[in-house]
């Protein structure tokens, strides 16, 4: 008997405390064949769960801190002169990985992050003459810090829109934060290895692709993503306790990429929960990651004092799910 | 046919029994003390405007009553209607009256009036029905004689009617005494005609609706059956339109392992692909048995 996502995901707990969600957003990432944004303060256990999934799948991780003085060519690799052969050879970079964390990605100028996100959406790395395809499954997860944010290159929301899912990492509780204490203060838990195969992940993927979303479904999805660009009386509490328009505070909605990533999304949701089907709860716990990077809100979202995802979930809530 | 009938009316009976409980969410809460029907006169005259009245009591203090549904006056013309609402100590009194005529002599029913509303005793969805009545056309009033006519005639006349008038008082006479001893209820004091107070209509049970769920499914096991079903036993677990199943497990109603394992079932049938249909509704129909059992 095939190992299910489930068991991965039960694997990947042994090792992470608590960030489910990360841990939750890794795996849908991995069947959608996609990459996620994180957005969180350090410390918060974002490498040890690339490291640890790599690990379960006996992939390869790989790790590039994302600095100003970055070079395309220190990610993809270049090509280099060798004297004893007297012929030039391609070192390959580090986006040769299963899993790739681009750690502080709004560190680096808009050159060297087009090019993780060319490689991303190619899925292929082209040096001088040579094309090599990028290993698969092939997941990136790229952080960004929302507290430091002085001497960064914020990524435009078009190259935001590449990533399938944005996600905010939260702190733990206090019950996660002792269990983190006892669990690795003393000794650290090595991550679990062999869980799954690399050849297990490619036969998932094609599972999440045959789930079934009904028709009804569809249609909550589109309406979903068409709420986002007529927001019409949806309202939200803003700071100073007053209502206000979520259509006075966004400035373009979410793209039909956002669609379509909803529909993958909510296809994988329902494979680790071992359904052949997706339900509305698939389509309505992804629809504020799939939007949250999608949507272009504007000044007034700051002015007004309003939380950005408190207007997505308002927008989610004004869509009846079928 | 006789299947299809059959289906076709208890899908109907649930769809509206449904509906009635999904509007709970928005009925107001009330505790109904007194919800009365009545008329000015129980024998109105042909042709001569009378009034019904529709009298509501609550404790709360209100200012407007929503879901009141007056009965069909179809062998009545309305003239008019006059809604008042008056805040008193012990709540509000709504009073609503209608002015009627009758164009026919006879008999005439008139169905109960309804109030649906969330029972504030119990937080339940009920509908209150007021009682119904029987009202008396009679003719109009005694013409006077046409010039010309003879004494003996008129005499003979005024005699004809003196006796249908005794055969008339006589006949409500022994109405009211065959009334009396039936122990008709006490006629209160603002209407004429006997009324009897509110009876709150206890809203049907989760059991109740479960049951039906599973004839509905059993008779006609589609996915648009499914579909119906699902919506009206999540209204009936107090789920409402556009939430999503999660949603609806969170309900107090849904805390029963067997109710969440029937949501969860229809869940299925109501979203499943075609192929899995025919097994997903037998295991639907299954998980309302182990409810029912």
């Not at chain 1, 299963?98 to 060297?112: C, F, M, Q, S, T």
């Not at chain 1, 997941?139 to 905010?168: C, H, I």
Request: glycine share 6%.
């Amino acid at each position: 008997m095939s190992v299910r996502p489930a068991t991965l995901t039960a694997a990947l707990e042994r090792t992470i405390v608590g960030q489910r969600g990360v841990l939750d957003a890794l795996l849908l990432a991995l069947l959608c064949n996609g990459h996620v944004l994180l957005e969180g303060p350090p410390g918060l256990a974002k490498t040890l769960a690339c490291r640890a999934l790599a690990a379960a799948l006996d992939g390869e991780f790989k790790r590039i801190q994302f600095t100003p003085d970055l070079l395309p060519s220190d990610i993809v690799g270049t090509r280099v002169f060798d004297q004893r052969e007297s012929a030039f050879a391609t070192v390959l970079g580090p986006i040769f990985a299963n899993v790739v964390l681009a750690d502080e990605i709004n560190r680096a100028p808009a050159k060297v992050q087009s090019a993780l996100l060319e490689s991303m959406q190619e899925r292929q790395v082209t040096i001088g003459p040579q094309t090599h395809p990028l290993p698969d499954p092939f997941v990136v997860m790229a952080t960004m810090n929302p507290l430091d944010s002085e001497g960064t290159y914020a990524l435009p929301v078009a190259q935001m829109d590449r990533f399938l899912m944005k996600v905010n990492v939260g702190y733990p509780s206090r019950a996660e934060e002792l269990e983190i204490l006892e669990r690795f203060a003393m000794n650290e838990r090595r991550p679990l290895h062999g869980v799954a195969t690399l050849a297990d992940v490619r036969a998932w993927r094609e599972e999440a692709r045959a789930v079934h979303v009904d028709e009804k479904l569809k249609r909550y999805i589109v309406d979903l993503v068409a709420s986002t660009r007529e927001a019409g009386g949806v309202r939200v509490p803003a700071g100073n306790g007053e209502a206000v328009s979520v259509a006075s505070l966004i400035d373009y909605g979410a793209s039909p990429r956002a669609t379509l990533a909803l529909a993958y999304l909510a296809r994988a949701r329902a494979l680790l929960e071992d359904r052949d089907f997706a339900l509305p709860d698939d389509v309505r716990a992804v629809a504020p990651h799939a939007l949250r990077h999608r949507i272009g809100f504007n000044y007034r979202l700051t002015t007004q004092g309003v939380a950005a995802d408190a207007a997505i979930d308002a927008l989610i809530a004004s869509v009846p799910a079928p | 046919m006789a299947r299809f009938l059959t289906v076709a009316l208890t899908l109907a009976a649930l769809s509206c029994a449904a509906a009635g409980i999904g509007r709970a969410q928005t009925l107001q809460r009330l505790t109904v003390t007194t919800f009365v029907l009545g008329a000015d006169t129980s024998r109105p005259q042909i042709e001569v405007p009378f009034h019904l009245v529709v009298t509501l009591n609550v404790r709360e203090r209100i200012s407007a009553v929503e879901n009141l549904e007056l009965p069909i006056l179809a062998e009545l013309e309305l003239l008019g209607d006059e809604r008042r609402l008056e805040a008193r100590p012990s709540g509000t009194q709504y009073r609503e009256t209608i002015t009627v005529v009758a164009h026919h002599t006879g008999s005439i029913s008139i169905a109960p009036a309804t109030l649906q509303a969330i029972d504030a005793r119990d937080g339940r969805a009920k509908q209150y029905f007021t009682n119904p009545l029987t009202l008396q056309v009679v003719g109009g009033s005694l013409e006077p004689l046409q010039a010309g006519e003879s004494f003996a005639g008129a005499a003979l006349d005024l005699a004809r009617r003196a006796l249908l008038w005794g055969l008339g008082i006589a006949c409500v006479a022994a109405v009211l005494i065959l009334a009396l001893r039936r122990r008709a209820p006490p006629v209160p004091p603002p209407v004429v005609v006997a009324v009897a107070p509110a009876r709150p209509v206890v809203a049907r049970t989760l059991r109740d609706e479960l049951g039906d769920a599973l004839s509905v499914l059993r008779a006609d096991p589609t996915r648009a059956t499914a579909v119906t079903v699902r919506a009206a036993v999540w209204r009936t677990v107090g789920g409402s339109e556009g939430e999503t199943l999660a949603d609806v497990l969170h309900r107090p109603a849904a805390a029963d392992p067997r109710v969440r394992d029937v949501l969860r079932a229809l869940e299925r049938a109501a979203f499943t692909y075609d192929a899995d249909l025919a097994a997903a509704v037998p295991a639907a129909c299954a998980a309302l048995e182990r409810y029912l059992a």
